[in-house]
């Protein structure tokens, strides 16, 4: 079972920056936060990931609360090719650890 | 270049049949994984290898056989299809040994059973 908590829906305009909360109150020490999105009719594709630290990269920033318990992902000036489901997620440290994909939030960014 | 690629892409075939869904992955990475996604959108996973042993099976029918020839190649084969394995199935690899490796996924492929 997915680990995590988000929004079903939500909406931005073009050109504004897309904030996607995600709770993870149960989250472990050794668990990482994981984003990953899916546009339609396509495999997910990796966006970014954090343990403690707040994160930047060239697609989105991840701002994590000081007790983990909480983050969000930023898209800083959001485009209609960001429109996907997006699925915040928890993962272990480990080899063996597993990909569990919540119900994540349906982003849809209008003109 | 294609990091994970699946094929075929889309799969039609009847009640009752055998099919495999080829993946392989070039990233050289040790750990692939299929995952389920029905109806409802809901990604499940199902199997998971790591150099090429079984290391995580979640509640899947034995009709599903996963094979890894080799670490670059996860099949999966399904005997008796049934009209509820309709379904994309997604494959995915990622370089583990570390939670923080990110995982590709292929593109998918369509299984529809009639």
């Known amino acids: 079972d997915a680990k995590t908590t988000q929004p079903t829906s939500m909406d931005c305009a073009e050109g504004r920056a897309a904030n996607l909360p995600c709770n993870h109150s149960t989250i472990s020490g050794n668990e990482y936060v994981y984003w990953y999105r899916q546009i339609h009719s396509q495999g997910p594709q990796y966006i970014i990931h954090g343990l403690k630290n707040n994160e930047t990269n060239e697609m989105a920033s991840l701002i994590i609360t000081e007790d983990r318990k909480s983050s969000t992902l930023i898209l800083p000036h959001a485009t209609l090719r960001d429109t996907a489901v997006y699925y915040c997620i928890v993962r272990e440290d480990s080899s063996a650890s597993k990909i569990i994909f919540g119900s994540g939030t349906r982003l849809s960014i209008r003109p | 270049d294609t990091a994970v690629s699946q094929t075929p892409k889309y799969l039609v075939t009847q009640m009752g049949n055998d099919k495999s869904i080829k993946c392989e992955q070039n990233l050289g990475h040790d750990t692939m994984y299929w995952y389920k996604q029905d109806s409802k959108k809901f990604l499940k996973i199902m199997f998971s290898y790591n150099n090429k042993e079984l290391i995580i099976n979640e509640t899947v029918p034995n009709r599903f056989s996963p094979k890894s020839p080799d670490k670059a190649h996860l099949n999966l084969h399904i005997n008796s299809l049934e009209l509820g394995d309709s379904a994309v199935y997604f494959c995915?690899?990622?370089?583990?040994?570390?939670?923080?490796?990110?995982?590709?996924f292929g593109q998918g492929t369509r299984l529809t059973v009639v």
């Open positions: 995915a690899s990622s370089q583990d040994g570390t939670g923080w490796a990110e995982a590709f």
